[in-house]
């Protein structure tokens, strides 16, 4: 197998947000979970995206890990790889974002790294450096509160300077604006100032045609999805890749129950499950009595079970901030994290043993802990069912054939589950 585009992802819906927008732009795209095992029997595919659950982990950690994929996936042809990082560039100043770009610019041998989380699409833009979330900066936004990694400072020069070994310079919009050549200039100009990484902007959906253009001729660049977008359309527009049209052959029903996971505290999937209330039996679980010990996965597991022969059902560890936040100054950020996360993955486990096929997941870190604890070691890339959340039909899964939905808390409409559920036959 020779790929054209080799990717990272931090996280697992990241991963699948990225390989959905491959997909939407014709790359026939797999994702994996992890570094694949040498014995992993892959399509013939054009991308490949590895995912990783390396966005909280320490810094040495990841780029240990990033550069294991990083490895693989020039193994397997990938001349330029993107290490995939979320839209609102979640990172704490002790994060893994500098870290690991450094890394991989250094095993590259790349001058300067172009850097972007802007994804217009999904109402993430950078101007002058500075990322907007709608219509507010980053640290206005719902971010500024995130559970495990707060963003308080939307300048993304300076978030980065403090991460990277590397200088950090700004490709403005008004160069970007007068397209690829005038990019590159800029960048020269940077390499001359001994800058090793430039944040560029991008307000438009245009924007990331003319970043791809320029990216895809360089070893590595770092963003979110719609850098990926860029990637893939400067791949096609060159003829390095031939657009690839849906297959239908992975399209064959699952059938089989079907349950909903939420642990994201966003506004958006506090929202969703809302809606799923007025439609499906809801569970939601008590944080209290996870950190205590109690046996919660169970209880959860025992209720499911009694519903699951005639709906759908969705059981939730998500709690507004205030309530995340007391528990939090109780137990510890990470303790709490890891044991809300952890019991997730056992109900999961519980779910499919029980006959459970089609599994939504709401929630980056608690979808790497439930992926884990199913060991799936890739998916197959499908439908969309909103934006940056498609359908994953499993590959190499030792249990039956399952679809899954990975979706990053604060992505989807109010009738999310609903509309998953539906596109996961």
Not at 9 to 26: E, I, M, Q, V
Not at 28 to 36: A, E, L, M, N, S
Not at 246 to 275: E, H, K, M, R, Y
Request: glycine share 10%; hydrophobic share 45%.
């Amino acid at each position: 197998m020779t790929i054209k585009l080799g990717c990272i992802a931090d996280d697992y819906t990241g991963a699948s947000d990225l390989a959905n927008t491959l997909t939407r732009a014709g790359l026939r795209t797999v994702q994996t979970i992890g570094v694949p095992a040498e014995d992993l029997a892959l399509p013939d595919v054009d991308a490949v995206v590895v995912s990783l659950k390396s966005r909280s982990i320490a810094a040495p950690l990841a780029v240990a890990r990033s550069r294991e994929a990083e490895t693989w996936l020039r193994g397997r042809g990938a001349d330029h790889v993107l290490f995939k990082i979320c839209s609102t560039f979640d990172s704490t100043d002790a994060g893994n974002i500098g870290p690991v770009m450094d890394a991989l610019r250094d095993d590259a041998g790349e001058t300067v790294v172009l850097v972007t989380p802007a994804f217009p699409e999904t109402g993430r833009t950078v101007y002058q450096g500075h990322l907007f979330v709608g219509h507010v900066p980053l640290n206005e936004s719902p971010l500024k509160d995130h559970p495990l990694n707060p963003m308080h400072d939307a300048n993304l020069v300076r978030v980065l300077s403090r991460q990277s070994r590397a200088k950090i310079g700004l490709v403005d919009l008004a160069t970007v604006v007068r397209g690829p050549e005038a990019v590159r200039a800029r960048l020269a100009d940077l390499a001359g100032q001994g800058i090793g990484a430039a944040i560029i902007d991008a307000a438009f959906d245009a924007d990331l045609t003319t970043i791809g253009t320029v990216a895809v001729r360089h070893r590595v660049s770092v963003g979110a999805s719609g850098i990926g977008l860029g990637l893939a359309r400067a791949l096609v527009e060159s003829g390095g890749v031939k657009a690839a049209a849906a297959d239908a052959a992975n399209d064959a029903p699952v059938g089989g129950p079907a349950a909903c996971l939420a642990g994201s505290c966003s506004q958006a999937t506090l929202a969703q499950i809302a809606q799923a209330e007025k439609i499906m039996p809801v569970l939601h679980l008590d944080p209290e009595r996870i950190l205590a010990g109690k046996d919660e996965a169970r209880r959860a597991l025992a209720w499911a079970i009694e519903c699951l022969a005639d709906d759908p059902v969705l059981i939730a560890a998500s709690a507004a901030p205030e309530q995340v936040a007391a528990v939090q100054a109780r137990h510890g950020r990470e303790v709490a994290g890891h044991a809300i996360e952890q019991t997730m993955a056992e109900i999961a486990e519980g779910l499919v043993q029980a006959g459970v096929r089609r599994l939504v997941v709401a929630g980056g870190e608690t979808s790497g802990a439930v992926v884990d604890r199913l060991k799936i070691p890739a998916f197959l890339v499908g439908p969309e069912i909103a934006p940056g959340v498609p359908v994953l039909r499993t590959v190499g899964a030792r249990s039956a054939e399952m679809l899954l939905a990975l979706k990053s808390g604060n992505f989807g409409g109010s009738q999310f589950f609903l509309d998953a559920l539906g596109l996961m036959r």
